[in-house]
């Protein structure tokens, strides 16, 4: 927990997401995030995933609210939305337990490893921020569940159901999606590498 509260450095996140629409077509991405542990500053970069699994091309980057597509993704799929908790560091455990809005559960055995899994219960949005303009959010129910480790308090997995605010190309669509994010990597830097992941890349500065 202490990991989580400590307010200087930036927070390291590397996850790997699959998406699946109503219709049933499916999006895997590969997302390294940087946050810094106020959450004021956040930046990410979306590839896709290739057959094999691992990384592929750079499809994204998104900087606070703004995403800039580079390509489309493998799958073929749109590219989630910022917003999304996958790439909110600074909302993990903490500040979710002390506001209320999770509930824990029993302790079960996650890749190995005790584990608590823990329901969230987002606050109500109506709209969102993107290219510099409001955007009204249907009404939905969101459902998300945290796997943290039971020992670190570190996340391990998150599920959601719900409405995901979506950007395609030149507008927003809300979709109701099932996303699972399995996490590889949670870190909190302290030297340059940290600030230098949250500089936005010459490319998006030029866009």
């Known amino acids: 927990m202490r990991a989580l509260s400590s307010r200087p450095g930036v927070f390291h996140v590397v996850t790997r997401t699959s998406r699946i629409e109503a219709g049933g077509s499916r999006t ?28 592929g091309r750079l499809v994204a980057e998104r900087v606070g609210g703004t995403t800039v597509p580079w390509a489309s993704p493998r799958d073929g799929g749109p ?3 910022g917003g999304d908790a996958a790439v909110r560091p600074q909302s993990y455990v903490l500040v979710l337990l002390r ?19 823990v329901e969230i219960r987002p606050p109500t949005q ?14 939905s129910t969101r459902r998300s569940t945290l796997i943290v480790d039971g020992r670190t308090h570190l996340p391990l997995l998150l599920h959601t159901n719900g409405v995901v605010p979506t950007i395609g190309r030149s507008r927003v669509t809300f979709p109701r999606v099932s996303t699972t994010a399995r996490f590889s990597a949670f870190e909190r830097l302290t030297d340059a590498a940290g600030a230098a992941g949250l500089r936005p890349s010459a490319r998006f500065r030029h866009r």
């Open 99 to 117: 506001s209320g809005r999770v509930t824990r559960q029993v302790q079960v055995t996650f890749a190995g490893r005790k584990a608590w899994p």
């Open 79 to 81: 590219i989630a939305d």
């Open 126 to 139: 109506t709209t969102i921020q993107t290219e510099g303009r409001r955007v009204p959010v249907p009404p």
């Open 28 to 55: 895997r991405t590969w997302t390294e995030t940087w946050a810094s542990a106020s959450g004021e500053r956040r930046r990410s970069l979306v590839y896709d995933v290739r057959a094999d699994g691992r990384r």
